[in-house]
């Protein structure tokens, strides 16, 4: 079993920047990372032709911790010879598809580290070791089902956000989550999708629902949402500031009262929130129906799905009004936007679960360098990237602070490692606890 200073389970854009800083980093360290895809993929049944990015092309995979980085997007468009016309464009917000091409550019940069079709299926300490330095890590070849164990000093988890349907609604072949839709949309005939719904106030309700008027000029397009109509998601300049990486430590070392400020009021920077351009181009569409008097975009406001049922071929939901009323629509096809729920290590963590430390409300304790606190029974670190809302703040399931979120990493596995190599590791962590 070959063990490594660093295991990144999940290879999205939070790891493919971790294995950047580490790259950059002078002090050389062994690292490997375990994807279940089998090839780089971030959000792919959601790059739809249109959509654009939710943060600055400066907020990518290294910019903000290193300006001079050769993995920086600019160092991308450079190398495509897209700079000059690039910058012509005028647009801080590229593409989706755009980026998503920068995301490979750089991924083939780091590739010789990054195993995929392997599933990351549990940890657990090796046999009759005393305080632990290093945990074992199974890996599922997704393609053949067998397993193999690698070692790693310090892991870092990086599986990403959870999708979320409405309890008790189940995904078929008929009823998709967001997370799903392009892949589930081009196994279909079109011609068959003569009703369609779409459920969700949020980005990707709306991104969905403008595709689908698009791509099926036959169909009637349903949008279901909760509220009265799509709200704006807040990237003015001020607030926009609860994404900079001085807002990690205003939010880590805050009261309760401060860390529930940014909540109450910056929400609407990212969750249930849309772009004003999407917006903008919904509402001239419906607009533009009414007055040729021919209707096939409707947005039912107000208004939750609480049922979806199969009644022979066909897919009925329950609808349920804020004004008390419940209503059937029949449809071909439903795209659940419903949302995510943030990333939950415990599952993987499995036996070592019992080494980390929780809070009041049972959520895992991190540290500032995201490191997960444990006993000392267990001496290699366990590092998260994602699921960390509740300690570093609004950024944790965003790309706005990956770039210097991997260098404190990296930053702080080498002052562990260099720790236990003088010797004074406890010592050093008495240190770093009292400094935190
Ligand atoms: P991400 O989910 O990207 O990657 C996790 C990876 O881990 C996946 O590739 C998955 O297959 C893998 N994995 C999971 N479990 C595993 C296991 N057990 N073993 C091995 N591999 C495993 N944010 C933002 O700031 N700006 C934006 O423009 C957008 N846009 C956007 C669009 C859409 C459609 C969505 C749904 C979300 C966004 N986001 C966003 C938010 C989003 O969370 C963020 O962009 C990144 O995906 C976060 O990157 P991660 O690498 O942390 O997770
Ligand atoms: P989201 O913002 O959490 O929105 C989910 C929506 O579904 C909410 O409006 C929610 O309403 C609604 N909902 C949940 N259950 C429902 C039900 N039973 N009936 C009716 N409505 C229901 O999720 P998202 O739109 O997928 O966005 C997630 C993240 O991805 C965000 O960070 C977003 O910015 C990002 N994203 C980015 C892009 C892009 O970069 N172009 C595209 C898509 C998504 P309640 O809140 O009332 O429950």
């Not at 079709?117 to 009759?128: A, C, D, K, Y």
């Not at 990486?245 to 920077?269: C, I, K, L």
């Amino acid at each position: 079993m070959k063990t490594y200073d660093v295991v990144g389970v999940g290879f999205g854009p939070s790891n493919l920047s971790l294995a950047i800083a580490l790259d950059e980093h002078p002090a050389g360290m062994t690292a490997a990372f375990f994807e279940r895809q089998s090839s780089f993929g971030w959000h792919r049944n959601m790059l739809l032709p249109s959509a654009t990015m939710q943060i600055s092309f400066l907020k990518d995979l290294a910019t903000f911790r290193n300006p001079t980085s050769p993995f920086s997007f600019v160092s991308f468009l450079h190398e495509h010879g897209r700079l000059p016309r690039f910058v012509n464009n005028q647009d801080f917000f590229p593409t989706r598809q755009e980026f998503h091409q920068y995301l490979e550019w750089a991924e083939t940069r780091v590739s010789h580290q990054v195993s995929y079709r392997s599933e990351v299926t549990s940890m657990r300490l090796p046999q009759g070791t005393g305080a632990a330095t290093h945990v074992k890590i199974a890996i599922r070849d997704t393609s053949r089902g067998d397993i193999r164990w690698v070692g790693a000093r310090n892991v870092v988890v990086s599986t990403g956000l959870v999708p979320r349907m409405p309890h008790g609604v189940i995904a078929d072949q008929r009823v998709w989550h967001s997370s799903e839709f392009l892949g589930k949309f081009q196994a279909m005939n079109p011609a068959e999708l003569r009703t369609v719904a779409v459920v969700g106030a949020g980005q990707s309700a709306a991104e969905i629902t403008r595709f689908m008027h698009d791509a099926l000029p036959h169909a009637q397009v349903y949008s279901i949402m909760p509220s009265y109509g799509y709200s704006v998601a807040d990237d003015t300049p001020f607030a926009n500031q609860v994404f900079d990486p001085a807002a990690v430590d205003d939010y880590y070392y805050g009261s309760d009262q401060a860390r529930e400020a940014f909540w109450r009021y910056h929400r609407n920077t990212n969750y249930s929130v849309v772009d004003d351009e999407v917006i903008r181009d919904l509402f001239r569409r419906t607009y533009d129906e009414e007055v040729r008097d021919h209707r096939r975009l409707h947005f039912l406001n107000l208004t939750r799905v609480t049922e979806v049922k199969r009644v022979g071929d066909e897919t009925r939901v329950l609808l349920d009004s804020m004004a008390g009323v419940t209503s059937e629509l029949d449809v071909d096809a439903i795209v659940f936007a419903s949302g995510y729920d943030s990333m939950d290590p415990t599952r993987l963590l499995g036996d070592l679960n019992r080494f980390c430390l929780t809070d009041e409300h049972g959520r895992l304790r991190v540290e500032r360098d995201y490191r997960v606190a444990t006993t000392s029974d267990l001496g290699c670190g366990i590092y998260l990237q994602g699921g960390t809302e509740h300690t570093h703040g609004l950024s944790s399931a965003l790309l706005s602070n990956i770039a210097v979120r991997s260098g404190e990493i990296v930053e702080s596995i080498m002052r562990r490692k260099a720790g236990f190599e003088d010797g004074f590791a406890g010592a050093f962590e008495e240190v770093r606890r009292d400094a935190a």
